[in-house]
Protein backbone atom coordinates (compact mmCIF):
# COMPACT_ATOMS: atom_id res chain seq x y z
CA UNK A 1 0.00 0.00 0.00
CA UNK A 2 1.39 3.94 -0.75
CA UNK A 3 0.31 6.09 1.55
CA UNK A 4 0.74 10.09 0.23
CA UNK A 5 0.69 12.49 3.49
CA UNK A 6 0.35 16.23 2.48
CA UNK A 7 1.14 19.59 4.78
CA UNK A 8 -0.93 21.85 4.87
CA UNK A 9 0.31 25.49 5.00
CA UNK A 10 2.09 26.37 2.24
CA UNK A 11 0.56 22.92 0.17
CA UNK A 12 -2.81 22.52 0.59
CA UNK A 13 -3.06 26.23 1.72
CA UNK A 14 -1.62 28.68 -0.23
CA UNK A 15 0.88 31.25 1.88
CA UNK A 16 -1.47 34.01 3.08
CA UNK A 17 -0.41 37.43 1.87
CA UNK A 18 1.20 38.12 5.10
CA UNK A 19 1.34 36.10 8.34
CA UNK A 20 -1.69 36.67 10.18
CA UNK A 21 0.24 38.29 13.16
CA UNK A 22 1.01 41.03 10.93
CA UNK A 23 -2.40 41.22 9.43
CA UNK A 24 -4.09 41.29 13.10
CA UNK A 25 -1.71 43.91 14.22
CA UNK A 26 -2.23 46.10 11.52
CA UNK A 27 -6.00 45.99 11.35
CA UNK A 28 -6.23 46.68 14.99
CA UNK A 29 -3.23 48.66 15.64
CA UNK A 30 -2.01 46.23 18.05
CA UNK A 31 1.90 45.74 18.98
CA UNK A 32 3.33 43.13 16.45
CA UNK A 33 6.53 42.10 18.56
CA UNK A 34 4.52 41.12 20.97
CA UNK A 35 2.07 39.01 18.89
CA UNK A 36 5.34 37.85 17.26
CA UNK A 37 6.42 36.96 20.47
CA UNK A 38 4.04 34.18 21.48
CA UNK A 39 3.89 32.81 18.29
CA UNK A 40 7.55 32.12 18.39
CA UNK A 41 7.11 31.46 22.30
CA UNK A 42 4.36 29.44 24.07
CA UNK A 43 2.24 28.54 20.89
CA UNK A 44 4.89 25.66 20.18
CA UNK A 45 3.42 23.98 23.41
CA UNK A 46 0.23 24.26 21.53
CA UNK A 47 1.66 22.87 18.67
CA UNK A 48 2.61 20.05 20.44
CA UNK A 49 -0.60 19.99 22.39
CA UNK A 50 1.03 20.80 26.41
CA UNK A 51 -0.89 23.63 26.82
CA UNK A 52 -4.72 24.55 24.95
CA UNK A 53 -3.94 27.92 22.53
CA UNK A 54 -7.59 29.31 24.65
CA UNK A 55 -5.62 29.03 27.76
CA UNK A 56 -2.52 30.58 26.30
CA UNK A 57 -4.08 33.72 24.68
CA UNK A 58 -6.70 34.30 27.29
CA UNK A 59 -4.16 36.45 29.37
CA UNK A 60 -2.31 37.93 26.01
CA UNK A 61 -5.43 39.24 24.07
CA UNK A 62 -5.87 42.25 26.73
CA UNK A 63 -1.92 42.92 27.03
CA UNK A 64 -2.11 42.98 22.95
CA UNK A 65 -5.20 45.33 22.76
CA UNK A 66 -7.08 42.84 20.61
CA UNK A 67 -10.97 44.12 20.76
CA UNK A 68 -12.68 40.78 20.68
CA UNK A 69 -12.44 37.26 22.50
CA UNK A 70 -9.97 34.29 22.49
CA UNK A 71 -13.00 32.59 19.90
CA UNK A 72 -13.14 36.10 18.07
CA UNK A 73 -9.11 35.82 17.46
CA UNK A 74 -9.14 32.28 16.64
CA UNK A 75 -11.96 32.51 14.29
CA UNK A 76 -10.43 35.26 12.08
CA UNK A 77 -7.18 33.84 12.35
CA UNK A 78 -8.56 30.56 10.78
CA UNK A 79 -10.62 32.04 8.41
CA UNK A 80 -8.18 34.70 7.32
CA UNK A 81 -5.06 31.98 6.75
CA UNK A 82 -7.51 29.68 4.33
CA UNK A 83 -6.48 30.13 1.18
CA UNK A 84 -6.95 27.08 -0.49
CA UNK A 85 -5.14 25.65 -3.17
CA UNK A 86 -7.86 23.97 -5.41
CA UNK A 87 -5.42 22.54 -8.29
CA UNK A 88 -3.86 20.73 -5.65
CA UNK A 89 -7.34 19.09 -4.03
CA UNK A 90 -8.58 18.12 -7.24
CA UNK A 91 -5.46 16.09 -7.97
CA UNK A 92 -6.08 14.46 -4.32
CA UNK A 93 -9.38 13.63 -5.46
CA UNK A 94 -7.59 12.05 -8.68
CA UNK A 95 -4.97 10.20 -6.19
CA UNK A 96 -8.48 8.54 -3.64
CA UNK A 97 -9.89 7.85 -6.91
CA UNK A 98 -6.86 6.15 -8.44
CA UNK A 99 -6.56 3.59 -5.17
CA UNK A 100 -3.99 5.73 -2.90
CA UNK A 101 -4.48 6.58 0.68
CA UNK A 102 -4.19 10.45 1.28
CA UNK A 103 -3.58 12.06 4.70
CA UNK A 104 -2.43 15.22 6.28
CA UNK A 105 0.70 15.98 7.64
CA UNK A 106 0.94 18.73 9.62
CA UNK A 107 2.28 21.48 12.99
CA UNK A 108 -1.00 22.57 14.09
CA UNK A 109 -3.06 23.04 17.56
CA UNK A 110 -5.52 20.85 18.23
CA UNK A 111 -8.57 24.40 17.81
CA UNK A 112 -7.03 24.91 14.02
CA UNK A 113 -6.58 21.05 13.03
CA UNK A 114 -10.38 20.52 14.41
CA UNK A 115 -11.40 23.15 11.77
CA UNK A 116 -9.16 22.16 9.06
CA UNK A 117 -10.07 18.61 9.35
CA UNK A 118 -13.88 20.12 9.20
CA UNK A 119 -12.89 21.64 5.64
CA UNK A 120 -10.70 18.41 4.46
CA UNK A 121 -11.90 15.19 6.01
CA UNK A 122 -13.83 14.58 2.46
CA UNK A 123 -10.42 14.58 1.21
CA UNK A 124 -8.66 12.70 3.18
CA UNK A 125 -8.46 9.82 5.19
CA UNK A 126 -6.84 11.11 8.27
CA UNK A 127 -4.98 13.55 9.90
CA UNK A 128 -1.74 13.19 11.67
CA UNK A 129 -1.48 16.71 13.41
CA UNK A 130 1.37 17.61 16.16
CA UNK A 131 -0.91 18.60 18.51
CA UNK A 132 -2.39 14.77 18.66
CA UNK A 133 0.67 13.27 18.53
CA UNK A 134 2.41 15.45 21.16
CA UNK A 135 5.50 15.89 18.61
CA UNK A 136 6.07 18.39 15.62
CA UNK A 137 7.45 18.22 12.46
CA UNK A 138 11.04 18.00 12.30
CA UNK A 139 11.28 16.41 15.50
CA UNK A 140 11.97 12.39 14.59
CA UNK A 141 9.54 11.54 17.32
CA UNK A 142 6.83 13.11 14.84
CA UNK A 143 7.45 11.18 11.65
CA UNK A 144 7.93 7.85 14.14
CA UNK A 145 4.46 8.25 15.67
CA UNK A 146 3.24 8.59 12.39
CA UNK A 147 5.04 5.38 10.83
CA UNK A 148 3.18 3.44 13.82
CA UNK A 149 -0.28 4.32 13.04
CA UNK A 150 -0.03 3.64 9.36
CA UNK A 151 -0.37 0.37 7.91
CA UNK A 152 2.79 -1.35 6.10
CA UNK A 153 3.48 0.19 3.04
CA UNK A 154 5.86 3.14 1.37
CA UNK A 155 4.60 6.81 2.39
CA UNK A 156 5.37 9.55 0.03
CA UNK A 157 5.38 12.75 1.84
CA UNK A 158 5.12 16.95 0.25
CA UNK A 159 6.08 19.91 2.70
CA UNK A 160 6.96 23.51 1.89
CA UNK A 161 9.71 23.43 4.59
CA UNK A 162 12.74 21.64 3.72
CA UNK A 163 13.61 21.09 7.10
CA UNK A 164 10.65 18.58 7.24
CA UNK A 165 11.29 16.94 3.86
CA UNK A 166 15.09 16.39 5.24
CA UNK A 167 13.55 15.23 8.61
CA UNK A 168 11.18 12.44 6.81
CA UNK A 169 13.98 11.58 4.45
CA UNK A 170 15.95 10.51 7.82
CA UNK A 171 12.91 8.58 8.67
CA UNK A 172 13.01 6.22 5.71
CA UNK A 173 10.18 8.03 3.98
CA UNK A 174 10.43 9.20 0.35
CA UNK A 175 9.60 12.92 1.01
CA UNK A 176 10.28 16.10 -1.39
CA UNK A 177 9.58 20.05 -1.10
CA UNK A 178 6.07 20.75 -2.52
CA UNK A 179 6.75 22.72 -6.12
CA UNK A 180 3.43 21.98 -7.85
CA UNK A 181 0.72 19.90 -8.36
CA UNK A 182 2.03 19.01 -11.46
CA UNK A 183 5.26 17.77 -9.84
CA UNK A 184 3.25 15.42 -7.22
CA UNK A 185 2.12 13.81 -10.19
CA UNK A 186 5.61 13.17 -11.87
CA UNK A 187 6.67 11.72 -8.92
CA UNK A 188 4.08 9.40 -8.73
CA UNK A 189 4.14 8.44 -11.97
CA UNK A 190 8.34 7.83 -11.74
CA UNK A 191 7.66 5.51 -8.95
Known amino acids: MTHLLFDIDGVLLKAPPRLF ?22 FHQCLRGEIDIREALAPELPMWGYPGTVDDFLQEWFHEDFVLNEDLLQVV ?19 R ?64 VYLSEKAVLEVLQSK
Open 113 to 176: AAYLWERFKDHFVGMFASSHLGAKKPEPEYFQKVREKLPDGEIYFWDDQPKNVEAAQEAGWKAF
Open 93 to 111: QHLNASGYTCHLATNQEKH
Open 21 to 42: SAHVAEKYGLPEALIQRFFSGI
